[in-house]
């Protein structure tokens, strides 16, 4: 079990900056993925942004060039820094954690997401 712990949301103007960090809470397996969704109103959750225990890092394309997310795999911490932030940014942002492990009763791997509580982050002037 993985418990998300988010912060950073808030109220900021346009062309303004935010950093969203996430910790997850020690797990007997890593994790293998962690990320930040968006769900703005009218919408489905969609991903803005995911980073491997590698590095290797993905965007939406609405974002890049102004996000950027990173981890410390010690530490079991995600970062989202938002620059030059826009009106549609405007959403609840949900810290994603993928875990994968090995079950020994069922003699597969199981695939677990776990997620933040959400935290608002609101774009206006």
């Known amino acids: 079990q993985v418990q998300l712990v988010e912060s950073g949301g808030g109220l900021v103007q346009p062309r303004w900056s935010l950093r969203l960090p996430c910790v997850a809470s020690?797990?007997?397996?890593?994790?293998?993925?962690m990320g930040w969704y968006l769900h703005a109103p009218r919408k489905q959750r969609e991903m803005v942004a995911k980073i491997s225990s590698g590095g290797n890092a993905n965007y939406v394309d609405s974002v890049k060039g102004r996000f950027t997310i990173s981890r410390n795999n010690a530490k079991n911490t995600v970062s989202l820094e938002m620059n030059s932030m826009r009106p549609e940014d405007t959403a609840v942002y949900y810290c994603?954690?993928?875990?994968?492990?090995?079950?020994?009763?069922?003699?597969?791997?199981?695939?677990?997401?776990?997620w933040g509580q959400g935290t608002q982050v609101t774009v206006s002037s």
């Open positions: 020690r797990s007997r397996f890593s994790i293998s993925g």
């Open positions: 994603n954690a993928e875990q994968v492990y090995y079950s020994n009763v069922e003699m597969k791997p199981h695939l677990n997401n776990y």
